[in-house]
């Protein structure tokens, strides 16, 4: 069924509602009517009674009586017929055109054993079912029994006839739901189809085009949401864009030093005085370029780290903070560090919170003048980590985008160390923030526990 055309499976669904609803009308249609008539039977023929007393009994029992005088009675027609019965006489004499004699004693017996003044009644004569009432009556002063009857032929007659009508109506309802099943695929397959070609497009890359679906039900919702996805892909793809060329630019610049002082040195030509001197610039050009390749494969790594669970080990962060700070104070020997922190543990992947101390504290450690400051405090809900310089200031400009990869920095450098930052901490739920002071330049690490 799914792979069906969207029309065929809603006129399925609708034949099958209509399927259903016609099995249960051909269960409790025909048992409903007949029960409906059976009683408007008994209330004709209890009507037809108090007309009869209305104009007077006849004078002496056994008088066989209809309420059509001009017809004789029959089985097929709606009339209905009375009979009166003597309470205590034998009515073996009695002449009936329509009932037998059987009958008529027996209904005298239920009529003798009757408490109540009218009573309802029910006898299958032959293939017809007979529907009587008797009432106690008063004949010249003795006691007498009116039995009222009519056949069931009408019922059955009027309730096949209705059921007939009614399976036909369903019948026709059945053979052209398909016209409003075609209405109602168009009117969903249409948005529909007109996604499809967007999502093709999507796909393709030609992703420039606005999705527009001018709807407030799910299918807008739907447009809603691919059109959301269309514009972080072109976000997502110009980003790439830019960082591809911002890799080529970034890049480029060691790789053409290297190269220029290669060939001076095959030249003879030495640019920082002697072989020494040129040979070290090339091998800091090459520690540069291999660091920068390091945070590109880095950077790879988390996206691929993004999508999984990331570990959450209990591990001392305080410790954590001094094992970076020891292993990088060596770059600036006269840097003064000051340390002001308490205990603190908080839960995460500790290779990653180390990456993250090791690009906040190196570019601290880069911009500083004379000291770097350390500072923690633990709170109720998380732990606040504040590393500042007495650095310059950032320019406001390069501050709004300065988790962002290869922005230009201070210098004109390029680089992703602190969008590596960004993203670890993203991906733990914590938060950085970066702010000029009047001492320096300031960063605050968040983080839960």
């Known amino acids: 069924m799914k792979n069906k055309s969207l029309a065929f499976q809603i006129w399925l669904v609708i034949s099958g509602i209509l399927l259903l609803i016609?099995?249960?009308?051909?269960?409790?249609?025909?048992?409903?009517?007949?029960?409906?008539?059976?009683?408007?039977?008994?209330?004709?023929?209890?009507?037809?009674?108090?007309?009869?007393k209305e104009y007077g009994l006849p004078s002496r029992s056994g008088e066989y009586y209809f309420s059509n005088e001009d017809s004789e009675p029959t089985l097929g027609n709606r009339t209905v017929d009375h009979i009166l019965l003597p309470e205590h006489a034998d009515i073996s004499?009695?002449?009936?055109?329509?009932?037998?004699?059987?009958?008529?004693r027996k209904a005298q017996e239920d009529a003798i054993s009757q408490r109540k003044i009218v009573a309802r009644y029910e006898k299958d004569l032959g293939n017809r079912t007979l529907f009587y009432v008797i009432r106690k009556v008063s004949v010249n002063g003795q006691p007498a029994f009116l039995l009222s009857f009519s056949w069931d032929t009408y019922r059955n007659a009027l309730t096949s006839t209705l059921f007939k009508q009614l399976l036909l109506v369903i019948s026709i309802v059945f053979l052209f739901s398909w016209l409003p099943s075609i209405w109602l695929s168009r009117y969903l397959s249409k948005?529909?189809?007109?996604?499809?070609?967007?999502?093709?497009?999507?796909?393709?890359?030609?992703?420039h085009e606005p999705v527009t679906v001018n709807r407030?039900?799910?299918?807008?919702?739907?447009?809603?949401?691919?059109?959301?996805?269309?514009k972080r892909l072109v976000s997502k793809d110009e980003a790439q864009q830019t960082l591809l060329q911002n890799i080529s630019h970034d890049l480029k610049t060691p790789v053409m030093v290297i190269q220029s002082y290669a060939q001076s040195i095959q030249d003879g030509i030495y640019p920082k005085?002697?072989?020494?001197?040129?040979?070290?610039?090339?091998?800091?050009?090459?520690?540069?370029?291999?660091?920068?390749?390091?945070?590109?494969?880095?950077?790879?790594k988390l996206d691929y780290m993004s999508t999984h669970q990331l570990a959450q080990d209990d591990f001392d962060f305080t410790a954590l903070l001094h094992e970076v700070v020891d292993r990088l104070r060596w770059r600036r020997p006269e840097i003064q560090w000051e340390?002001?922190?308490?205990?603190?543990?908080?839960?995460?992947?500790?290779?990653?919170?180390?990456?993250?101390?090791?690009?906040?504290?190196d570019n601290q450690l880069r911009y500083a003048d004379t000291k770097v400051s350390l500072s923690l405090a633990k709170h109720q809900t998380n732990v606040q980590c504040t590393i500042s310089n007495d650095g310059p200031p950032i320019d406001q400009s390069v501050l709004q985008h300065l988790f962002e990869p290869f922005k230009k920095g201070a210098n004109g450098e390029f680089g992703i160390g602190l969008?590596?930052?960004?993203?670890?901490?993203?991906?733990?739920?914590?938060?950085?923030?970066?702010?000029?002071?009047?001492?320096?330049?300031?960063?605050?690490?968040?983080?839960?526990?």
């Open 216 to 230: 407030s039900d799910e299918i807008g919702k739907l447009g809603a949401s691919i059109e959301q996805m269309r």
């Open 22 to 52: 016609s099995i249960l009308l051909a269960i409790l249609f025909p048992t409903t009517l007949r029960q409906f008539f059976t009683n408007e039977i008994y209330t004709t023929i209890e009507n037809e009674q108090h007309i009869l």
């Open 191 to 207: 948005p529909l189809v007109s996604l499809e070609k967007d999502v093709k497009k999507i796909a393709e890359q030609n992703w």
């Open 339 to 361: 340390f002001d922190d308490v205990n603190a543990t908080i839960k995460g992947d500790k290779e990653l919170w180390t990456k993250v101390l090791e690009n906040v504290l």
């Open 273 to 300: 005085g002697d072989l020494s001197q040129t040979v070290k610039v090339i091998e800091d050009e090459s520690k540069n370029l291999e660091k920068k390749i390091r945070d590109l494969l880095y950077l790879t």
């Open 419 to 449: 969008s590596i930052v960004k993203r670890i901490v993203t991906m733990h739920d914590a938060a950085i923030t970066a702010e000029n002071t009047d001492a320096g330049v300031t960063f605050s690490l968040t983080i839960p526990i």
């Open 93 to 104: 004499y009695f002449s009936s055109r329509v009932l037998p004699q059987d009958f008529l």
